[in-house]
């Protein structure tokens, strides 16, 4: 098993998902816990699963699920990079960072505009040692200082904690 559970997110999510499979309703359901706890909008939660090795679909926002999946052969990709180390991370300047766009520019709330993503942390979701997907919190903006407060390592090891209670929804596919 993996490190104990102390942050408080992560017991409620866990407490959430215990014996269930992580569906669209059940990953609205934690994106707005884990939004609520780092004081972010419920849209700037993603929850990704690995599907047949090859590719990382979206499980929320449901929006993206419905547009594209991401090719695990994607050098770009910071979920694919996330899912293919192993290992997470947070970027307070990743609105300055190359990267791929294409996801930022869907509106998410009808009759918001979309703002580009300004900091974000990535966690994988290890089953067993291996991705089976990634979780992802960010800060969107018009740059950074509108975004928000940047994420501290104790948010990361807050996210890693959740993608490890995750873990348990995540069935192959």
Do not use: W
Not at 16 to 34: N, P, R, S, T
Not at 113 to 138: D, F, N, R, T
Not at 144 to 169: H, M, R
């Amino acid at each position: 098993m993996g490190a104990p559970i102390t942050a408080g997110v992560a017991r409620v999510v866990s407490a959430m998902v215990e014996g269930k499979e992580l569906d669209l309703e059940l990953g609205k359901q934690v994106a707005g816990a884990v939004a609520k706890n780092f004081k972010v909008k419920p849209e700037e939660i993603a929850i990704l699963r690995v599907t047949g090795g090859k590719y990382l679909e979206f499980i929320v926002p449901a929006k993206l699920a419905n547009i594209g999946s991401i090719p695990m052969s994607s050098t770009n990709s910071l979920a694919v990079r996330t899912a293919r180390d192993g290992k997470g991370e947070a970027i307070n300047t990743f609105g300055s960072a190359q990267h791929p766009t294409v996801f930022e520019a869907v509106k998410l709330i009808k009759g918001e505009s979309s703002e580009p993503i300004q900091k974000i942390m990535s966690v994988p979701v290890l089953v067993g040692g291996k991705s089976a997907g990634v979780v992802q919190v960010s800060r969107k903006g018009k740059n950074a200082a509108a975004a928000g407060a940047d994420f501290t390592p104790k948010d990361l090891d807050e996210l890693n904690q959740i993608a490890s209670v995750l873990a348990g929804c995540f069935q192959p596919k």
